[in-house]
């Protein structure tokens, strides 16, 4: 087990990122946290998938989606009209 929280090591950074519009940087930065926190792979995978919305990738949000329902998670959808 790591001596580092994945909030301390990851996901203030990548908070940081995102907030700049740094999303590519953001989905590099936290790619490596799967491995190493998979216990923290929804949350991981939130922050993602809002990357790539960000930059109007939305077959790769899909992507993240369906990895993560292959895993056992769900992911709350929301529609705006």
Known sequence: MS?????????KKAD?????????ETIAFLQPAFEEFPEEYFDIASHIMMCYREMGLIEKCLDVIED?????YFFALQWKS
């Open 3 to 11: 001596d580092t929280s994945y909030i301390k090591k990851y996901d």
């Open 16 to 24: 940081e990122l995102f907030g700049a519009g740094k999303y590519s």
């Open 68 to 72: 993560g329902l292959r895993q056992g």
